[in-house]
């Protein structure tokens, strides 16, 4: 493997900056548009002899994520190569392939993978966006070179992290004889540098559980069913959560002669949260379904009368409730029935 110096003439133009997710998104299908599929001539023979340009930029905006391993941050590598007399040149497909990301500090490329439960701090990336998750919150300028021209060629790669430490990436492309060119680490858009923050603490007050009569009707065991809605705000922002469970299913027997217990089970998206735990109780699936509340966590407390398939034999009063944010954070809170009235269900 050659390494050669970035030090062929910048293409015209390369001062010239974006500003704006439209803009990127813009000038991204403009700029696609012409480079896939490569011909066959072009798979088969590389005759550039430089770089133009080797740029890389937050398509986002910023440069931060949370370090959760989940989060992702979208960079864009612009590439444009230069054959003869400086000309701008097509590039193969296989040297397209080959454009990485690189640590400017030990020179190594970033690992294509995602970040799982466990791993060792660092910062890996993906070639495809986790759509599940939202970019962390940007209210600046989109900032980042020209995308369009003659011969230009875009790659996507999306990053995340799970450390602390900040990182300096470059990005470098192969030749098809197995020379490699490295962005200039010390031009415009030739680098950038990521940093983290740690995922945020929120207190209790941060939550809201909102207590609903629902208006369903009455079954012969289910007297009725009271709706709770539990959501999250911060800093006047609803913070959506992509997925929850619970660690039990709350539960308490009834002093009321004419009444069994009451028992309540949680709901993400119109679905059962206690995937683990079936039960075989009378449940307003179908009502929760069809009233879900996107983004934010349902308790359903069903107060169920005697002579039904439906038991509650003890008190379980207290559930731990796991869910994630749309950043990719995971928050865990706990749940109680009110000790003197057990219909009622508090944040503790």
Excluded at 99 to 105: G, I, P, Q, S
Excluded at 280 to 301: C, F
Excluded at 316 to 332: C, P, Q, S, T, W
Aim: aromatic share 10%; net charge negative; with cysteine.
């Amino acid at each position: 493997m050659i390494f050669t110096e970035n030090d062929a003439a910048m293409a015209p133009g390369i001062d010239t900056e974006i500003n704006g997710f439209e803009a990127v998104d813009n000038l991204y299908r403009t700029a696609t548009a012409g480079i896939a599929p490569l011909s066959d001539a072009q798979a088969e023979v590389s005759s550039w002899v430089g770089i133009n340009r080797l740029q890389i930029f937050s398509a986002w905006g910023g440069n931060v994520i949370y370090a959760n391993g989940s989060q992702q941050l979208k960079l864009i590598v612009v590439i444009q190569v230069a054959g003869a007399r400086a000309k701008a040149a097509d590039i193969t497909q296989g040297e397209l392939d080959s454009v990485r990301l690189l640590d400017a500090n030990s020179g190594k490329a970033l690992p294509i993978d995602i970040i799982r439960d466990g791993d060792a701090p660092g910062w890996k990336c993906m070639l495809e966006r986790q759509a599940k998750f939202e970019p962390f919150p940007y209210a600046g300028e989109v900032r980042g070179p020209l995308t369009t021209g003659e011969h230009v060629f875009l790659k996507e790669f999306f990053v995340s992290s799970n450390t602390s430490e900040p990182i300096k990436l470059m990005a470098d492309i192969t030749r098809a004889d197995g020379t490699v060119f490295p962005s200039n680490e010390r031009s415009l858009y030739g680098s950038i540098t990521l940093s983290t923050v740690s995922p945020p603490a929120y207190r209790k007050e941060h939550y809201r559980l909102k207590r609903l009569s629902t208006s369903r009707q009455a079954t012969e065991h289910v007297a009725k069913v009271d709706r709770y809605i539990l959501d999250l705000v911060s800093d006047q922002r609803h913070i959506k959560f992509v997925d929850c469970s619970l660690s039990a299913i709350l539960q308490a027997r009834s002093d009321n002669s004419d009444y069994l217990g009451y028992y309540a089970l949680g709901y993400f998206n119109g679905h059962k949260a206690n995937h683990w735990q079936g039960t075989s109780w009378e449940t307003a699936d179908n009502y929760a379904l069809s009233n879900e509340e996107p983004g934010k966590v349902v308790l359903l407390m069903h107060f169920a009368r005697k002579g039904g398939h439906s038991q509650v034999r003890y008190d379980r009063l207290m559930a731990r409730i796991f869910v994630r944010d749309m950043y990719g954070n995971k928050h865990e809170l706990d749940v109680a029935m009110n000790a003197a009235n057990p219909s009622l269900i508090e944040i503790i």
